[in-house]
């Protein structure tokens, strides 16, 4: 059995933040959320996270996906492991890892894993030019592992070498929980779990160390500029991903794709563009500078044109913008053209329907072959509910028209220009609803003469 411990108690007090530092988000995804996911993808039997500050927030974001470990005072890391009583009594490989791990991919904790069948613990470590404050790896004279030393408890013999502690470890579950016992207080009154390493070797168990080539995966994420770096680092790995299945990136460096949007081939994104959550695009689509997407399924051959689209569906052959904003669980069909300016939510488009422009179509139903005119609005909201408005298919509803919700609107229907309708349409009939137009000889010219224009 495969289990995880990810330590996300403490304050993180260098991100100068109120908010926990693991709910501070990489590419639109917290941090939290990064780690989590990755140990699902490798299928670990039990995740338990350890919380202490600010730690309802990340309940309130995790839910019930992991289960959790209480940390009341910070007392080091070995105090954290040893609040996870729910694995006490398992038998597997527990891999414990911080929660600022948002980089360590899928793929790297499945190899952790698989090479430590043979040992009782296993640690990942690095040969870096600067090791800095990170904690020493100190091996014997034949070469295995003795110790982990914090840099600044470090001999200066010690403190020469340059192979670092990655905070990554796997353990025996059963050794792990037998030996947590007998880590003694530091000079600072924490119970370090890297002690455990100088423990289990004096016990005579099997350690190994993996040592990687490429230490930035590994990275801490303990404050602002940190922050950036680690965008920057799974930006780029994203991109050259999508590249190399396909995609056109006119300019990476200004593209910001998330961990779980899907791209099919044949794609086309120019910069400036921004595409989070869940999102799918299809084959084909091109989306221009200046778009937001999250949530959202762009299906093939549609022209996203610098507009926002969240928590929403757009069919094939589709285009939708400049400027256009579609949000709450919109529902584009095929063949429809979304205009410049034209916003919608909670609301269904169907095929080869046009809102050209300057239109807002709120908690509405739209049809087939529908044409919407410039400036038309449904008005969906009374002050305390919101109403629907249903519209059938190949009605023609004229520029400036005002739907007063709840309203229905049939099938072939005609509402002209500048009326304001409150009352249902049936299929085929017109809908006028205008003032009389009074022109008043001579009063223009005399009101402009009276406010000095004329």
Request: proline share 2%; aromatic share 6%; with cysteine.
């Amino acid at each position: 059995m495969k289990y995880g411990i990810v330590l996300a108690a403490g304050k993180g007090t260098r991100m100068q933040s109120n908010k926990n530092k693991v709910m501070h988000s990489l590419l639109d995804k917290p941090i939290i959320g990064h780690v989590v996911d990755h140990l699902d993808a490798v299928n670990v039997e039990k995740i338990v996270v350890v919380i202490g500050h600010e730690g309802e927030s990340i309940e309130a974001y995790l839910k019930d996906k992991v289960e959790y470990a209480k940390q009341d005072e910070q007392l080091g890391t070995a105090d954290a492991v040893a609040k996870v009583t729910q694995l006490e009594s398992k038998e597997g490989s527990t891999l414990v890892l911080f929660g600022d791990g948002a980089l360590i991919q899928a793929s790297t904790l499945e190899s952790v894993y698989e090479a430590h069948a043979d040992y009782d613990l296993t640690i990942v470590t690095a040969v870096v030019k600067d090791p800095g404050r990170y904690n020493r790896v100190i091996r014997d004279t034949q070469g295995f592992v003795k110790k982990i030393v914090e840099s600044h408890n470090a001999t200066e013999l010690e403190a020469t070498s340059n192979e670092i502690n990655l905070g990554v470890y796997v353990f025996s579950n059963e050794l792990l929980f037998k030996y947590l016992p007998e880590i003694n207080d530091d000079m600072e009154h924490e119970l370090n779990i890297i002690d455990l390493v100088s423990i289990m070797r004096k016990n005579g168990h099997s350690i190994q160390a993996i040592r990687v080539s490429d230490s930035s995966e590994f990275m801490g994420i303990n404050d602002r500029i940190e922050l950036a770096k680690a965008n920057k680092w799974l930006k780029n790995k994203i991109n050259n991903d999508h590249m190399l299945s396909g995609v056109t990136l006119l300019d990476p460096e200004s593209t910001f794709i998330g961990p779980d949007v899907v791209l099919d081939k044949d794609i086309t994104i120019h910069p400036n563009v921004s595409i989070y959550g869940k999102s799918t695009i299809g084959e084909g689509v091109e989306i221009t500078p200046n778009s937001y997407i999250n949530n959202s399924h762009i299906h093939k051959n549609t022209f996203i044109d610098a507009s926002k689209v969240v928590n929403s569906t757009v069919g094939e052959n589709s285009t939708v913008g400049p400027y256009a904003h579609i949000r709450e669980a919109s529902n584009v069909g095929n063949e429809v053209r979304i205009g410049n300016f034209v916003e919608l939510k909670q609301t269904n488009i169907g095929n080869n329907t046009s809102a050209a422009h300057l239109s807002y179509l709120g908690n509405a139903s739209v049809g087939k072959y529908v044409n919407i005119g410039c400036g038309v609005v449904t008005v969906n909201y009374d002050g305390k509910d919101k109403h629907d408005t249903i519209i059938g298919d190949n009605s023609f509803i004229g520029s400036h028209a005002t739907l007063l919700a709840p309203l229905e609107v049939g099938s072939n229907a005609l509402v002209a220009a500048g009326s304001v309708i409150e009352d249902n349409v049936e299929n085929g009939d017109m809908a006028i609803s205008r003032t009389s137009q009074v022109n008043k000889k001579d009063s223009g010219k005399k009101y402009l003469t009276e406010k000095g224009k004329i």
